[in-house]
């Protein structure tokens, strides 16, 4: 538990914005296969910790990663494309929920506006909540337009406007940034839902609180976010969505 957690369980979000893989759909490891068979196909083998390094990192970047770290620059764009058929094809064919996932947003929905911020292509993302049965309860799906370098800390939204914004991928704070705006809350008033490192930094850096989902991080990991569980089924999270979270507005009824 991260050691500000009392501070997020006695607080109401406007909104709350879910990371995809990981958090709601259970595709970490189908990334971690599909890196394993996309490397095979070039018969390379996968550098050691590269699956925790690749954690949370856009396709494109984790492509060209995968060629700079097995000496093949010239293969990143090969290694991309084969990274995501794999993908897709591994989500198709067994697409899981993670623990809690669906009873947690089943709960949130109606509430207060639901999105998804996600470094996958919007297809991908689009596809993964509706055969998980989640898709109808978010009101937007913000994934990135661009793919640049490193993000330098302290770096806001890229320029234009909401319609026709450049989205960078996380670490960069955009997809929180514009997945806020389009809730219609400010940033410190919405909540991110995170399990990699690379997302938290992403909400932080937009301003959101977070809460972290999965296995146990280091410490240092932890206090980055704002309550740390390992399971959306946590009855500590479902109690503070009850209790913080307020039901939808009562419908107007008629009187004599």
């Given at each position: ?32 296969d ?14 050691p ?14 492509g060209?990663?995968?060629?700079e ?6 293969l ?29 947003v ?25 055969r998980?049965?989640?898709r ?5 799906v ?7 370098g490193p993000?330098?800390?302290?770096e ?5 406007d ?22 219609g ?13 690379a997302?938290?930094?992403s909400?932080?850096?937009?301003g959101l ?42 419908r ?5």
């Amino acid at each position: 538990m991260a050691a500000r957690s009392h501070s997020l369980l006695g607080w109401s979000p406007e909104a709350v914005v879910f990371d995809c893989d990981g958090t709601l759909v259970d595709s970490e490891r189908h990334w971690q296969d599909a890196r394993n068979r996309a490397f095979r196909d070039f018969g390379l083998l996968p550098p050691p910790g590269f699956a925790e390094r690749a954690k949370g990192v856009h396709y494109v970047d984790c492509g060209r990663l995968m060629a700079e770290e097995t000496n093949k620059p010239d293969l990143a764009d090969d290694l991309t494309a084969a990274l995501l058929d794999h993908f897709r094809t591994l989500v198709a064919e067994d697409p899981v929920t993670m623990p809690g996932a669906v009873d947690f947003v089943r709960l949130l929905s109606g509430r207060l506006p639901l999105a998804v911020a996600s470094n996958c292509p919007e297809e991908v993302v689009e596809e993964s909540l509706g055969r998980a049965g989640l898709r109808r309860h978010f009101l937007h799906v913000v994934v990135p337009t661009k793919t640049p370098g490193p993000a330098p800390a302290g770096e806001g939204p890229a320029g234009g406007d909401a319609g026709r914004r450049v989205v960078r991928p996380k670490p960069w704070p955009d997809v929180y940034a514009t997945a806020a705006q389009l809730c219609g809350v400010p940033p410190a008033s919405a909540l991110a839902v995170e399990d990699s490192m690379a997302g938290v930094e992403s909400a932080r850096r937009a301003g959101l609180r977070v809460l972290g989902v999965g296995p146990a991080p280091s410490r240092e990991d932890a206090d980055r976010t704002d309550l740390w569980v390992t399971a959306l089924h946590s009855e500590e999270v479902l109690g503070w969505a009850r209790d913080q979270v307020p039901g939808p507005a009562p419908r107007g009824g008629g009187g004599g």
